[in-house]
C-alpha cells in the first residue's frame, strides 16, 4: 500500500522506510523477550526444585487482584490498537483519546499493584522491606524476591509505556505529530505497550496460579 | 603497490608555502573534511565518522587491557609472584578480562569496520537507524567511563565472568559498579545489531540479492543475530547477581533454595555465543582478505556464507560445556559435550574454503595476506584445541589451567585481534585515503605472528603440566614456560603499538591511494578514497556477483 | 467498521481467555496445571501479536523475528531443564 509521508536518509522509497521502522521495532521487541526471559528461565528453575513450596508460595499471592490487572492490561492493549486504526486513519482526537483511555488502564494498574504490594506488605510478604523472619521458610523468601523483581521490572516497562502513550496523545493534540505522516510513531508505541502487556501474560499464571 | 588509477595529482612536497600540502581534492570532498570541528564529530550521523570514533576508543581500550596484561606477565616471570599483591594480581586479570571482552573484542571489528564498510559495501548511503548508531557509541562511552572510573577506584577481583557465590557474597571491590557498566555496554551491542540487521535487509542496492552480499556482509550478519538474542540474556543475568549482592535475593544462593549453577547457565547462554560476536566479524574480515590476496572468487560461496549462519544458530546449544566439573548433570554434559562438536563442522568448512580458494591464485604478497594467513594458522591451532576441551572426559584434566587460557586466546588475540589488524591495514587506504608503508604492514604481521606463539604456546604445555589459572605463584618447575611466555607477550606489545606509527605517519604523509589500491572488486572500492560522505553520488545498480575476478578494468602485474 | 469488530472479538476472546486460566488454577495441579496455563498464554500472546501487533499485515521476516525470539527463549528454558531435569540430587539440594 503507498502510504504517505516523507523519506528520511537513508531511505529511498515510503514502504521501505515503512518496514525498516517495523523490523528495527520488531528486533528491540525480541531483545525485550529475552531480558524477561532469563527472569522466566530463573522462575522455572525455582519451581522444578522446590515444586511443592513454590506453590505453597504463589498462593498467598492476590490472585484475584492479577487477574483484574490482566484484565485492565488486555483492555489498555484493545485501546491502543483502535487508537492506531483512528491514527492511520488520520483521525487526531479521535487516536490520542484512544490513547489517553490507555495510558488512564495503565495508571491503573499501576495503582492495584501498588494495593496489592501495600497488602503484601502488611501480610510481611514484601521482601527488601518486610521482617524476613515472617516468612515462612527460605524458599517462599526466594520465591517473593523473584517475585518483585519481575513485577517490579515490569511495572517500570508500564511506567516507561503509560508516559510514552500520554506523550503521544498531547503531540497529537497539538499537531506536533501529523498524521498520517507519523503513524509509524503511533504504531511503534503501540507496539511495545502490547509487548509489555504480552510480558504480563505469562508473568500472571506463572507467578499467581503455580498449582 | 601502483597507483596507476589516482586521478588527483599530489601538491608539491617541497613547496613550503603551499598550503595544500597534505590534502588532496579527493580529500577536500570526502566525509574526513565535510566539518572541521569537534561538534561536527561528536554529532555526526555518519556511519564513517562514527566508525572513526569507534576506532579511536576501541584502540585506546585495547591498551588499557593490553596495559594489565603487561602486569601480569611481568608478574609471572618469577614464581613468587613479587610484582603484584595476591589481590592486586586478581584485580588485574579480572580488569583486563572485563575491558578485552566487553570494551575491545565484542565492538572492535563490528563498530569499526563493520560500521564503516556495511553501507558502502550494500550501496546504501548509511545504516538504517544513523542517530541509533551514534547514540550507540554514547552508550559505549557511557559504560566505557563506568569502568575508567572502577579502574581507578581500587578494580574487582571476581573474575570476567562474575562467578557466584564469589561475586555475590565474598569478592570485596566494586563488583556492582562494573556489572552496571557492562549492563550499560550492552545496549551499545544491541542498537549496533538491530541496525546492522535492519540495514542489511531494507538498504540493499538494486540488484544487490543475498547471493551477491560480501561474506564480510554475512558473517556481521551473523554476529549481529547474536548480539541482539543473547545480550539481554546477560542483562537480567547481572541485574539478578547484583540484586542477589545487594539485598541477597537467593536465586544463586543454596541457603535460601537458590542454584549457584544458575548463574553459570546464565551467563554462558550469553558469554558462549559472545565467542562467536568476537570470531565471526574475524571469520568475514578473513574471507575478504583471502579472496582479495588470491585474485580469484571464494571458493563455495553458499557454503561460507550458511557456515556463519550456522554457527551462529549452533553457538546458542553449547553453553554447558564451560560446566563440566560445576555440577551440571551428567546427562546434560554429555548433551553440551556432543553439542559443542558440531560447531567444528561450519569452522572448518571455512578453513577448507579459504584453502580452496588461495589454491592456484595469483597471490599478492601485501600486508593483508599476511594478516590472513596467521589468522588462518591460529584460528586452526584455537579451533583445535577447542574439540580437545569440548570433550568431556579430557576437559576435567585441563579444566581451569592455562591449556583453556591458550585455547580461547589462539582464537580471540591470535584470530580477532589478527583480523582487526589485518583489517585495518587492508581497509586504512579506503578510511583515510593514503597509502602506507607495506614493508612494515609485512613486519607487524610477522612479529604478531612470532610473538603471539611464543607468549601462547608454552601456556598449552603448562596447562597440560597443570599450572592452574589466576594464581601468580606457582611451582618454580613452571618457571621457564612463564618466561618464553612473558618474553613472547614483550614482542607482541611492541608489534601491536609499531602499526599506529607508520599508519599516523601515513595520514600525512603517505601517498594519495587512488579508489582501488590492491586492485580488488567490490562497491566500496569504486568509490573515492576516503569516500565523500553520501558514499555514492549515484546510488548503483549491482549486477555481478561479489568476487566477480579476473576484473576486467585493470589488472595488476602478479 | 469491520476492523474495529475484529479488534474487540479479539479482546473478547482475550478476556474468555483469562477466565479459563484462572478457572483452570482451580482443578488443575502439578504438570497439568503449568501446561495448561502457559498454553492458554501463549494463545493469548499470539492473539495479540496477531491482532493487535499487525503481523496480520506484516511481511514474512518480520514475523520470523517475533516467531525467532520465542523459538530462542525455549533453547534457553529447555536446555537448561536438560540440567535441572536430570540432577541426581533433585530438590535435595536444599534440604
Known sequence: MAEPGFVREPFREIRQQHEADMLGMYIFLATEIMLFGGLFAAIFVVRVLHPIEVVEASRRLHYFIGAINTGILLSSSLAVALAVQAARAALARRAALFLVAAAALGVAFLGLKALEYSKEYDEGLLPVFSDPGRFSGPVEHLFMNLYLISTGLHAIHVTIGVLLLGGLALRLTGGALRLPDRVIVVEACGLYWHLVDVIWVFLYPVLYLAR | MTDSNALDSRPDRNDPHDPGLSETMTERESYLRAGHTLRSWLLTTDHKRIAILYLITVTVFFFIGGAAAVLMRADLVTPQGDLLSNEGYNRAFTLHGVIMVWFFLIPSIPTTFGNFLIPLMIGARDLAFPRLNLLSWYIYMLGGLFTIYVLIAGGVDTGWTFYTPLSSMFANGHVVLVAVAV??????????????????????????????????????????????????????????????????????????????????????????????????????????????????????????????????????????????????SMYASAVFSFLSLAVAVPSGIKIYNWTATLYKGHIALDPPFFFAASFIGLFVVGGLTGLVVAMMAVDVHVHDTYFVIAHFHYIMVGGTVSAYFGALHFWWPKMVGRTYFLVWGRLTAIFIFLGFNLTFFPQYILGYLGMPRRYHVYDPAFQVLNVLSSAGASILAIAYVLPFAYLIYSMRYGDPAGPNPWGVTGLEWTVPSPPPKENFAEIPVVTTGPYDYPMELESRDG | MSATRTLVLAWSALMCLLFATVGASFVLTGPWSIVTSLAIALAKAALIFWFFMHLREEAGLVRLVAIGAGAWLLILILLSMTDYATRPALGGMTN
Request: aromatic share 16%.
Open chain 2, 183 to 328: 549492563f550499560i555496554v550492552g545496549f551499545s551491542s544491541i542498537f549496533t545489531g538491530l541496525n546492522f540487521i535492519v540495514t542489511v535487509h531494507k538498504l540493499r542496492a538494486p540488484g544487490m540479492t543475498w547471493g551477491r552480499l560480501r561474506l564480510f556482509i554475512w558473517s556481521h550478519y551473523a554476529t549481529s543475530l547474536i548480539l541482539v538474542l543473547a545480550t539481554p540474556v546477560l542483562s537480567m543475568t547481572l541485574v539478578l547477581m547484583a540484586a542477589e549482592r545487594l539485598f541477597g535475593i537467593g536465586v544463586f544462593d543454596p541457603k535460601l533454595g537458590g542454584d549457584p549453577i544458575l548463574f553459570q547457565h546464565l551467563f554462558w547462554f550469553y558469554s558462549h555465543p559472545a565467542v562467536y560476536i568476537m570470531v565471526l566479524p574475524a571469520i568475514g574480515v578473513a574471507s575478504e582478505l583471502v579472496a582479495a590476496a588470491a585474485h580469484k572468487p571464494i571458493f563455495g560461496y553458499w557454503f561460507v556464507a550458511g557456515s556463519s549462519i550456522a554457527i551462529a544458530i549452533i553457538s546458542f546449544l553449547v553453553w554447558g560445556h564451560h560446566m563440566f566439573v560445576a555440577g551440571q
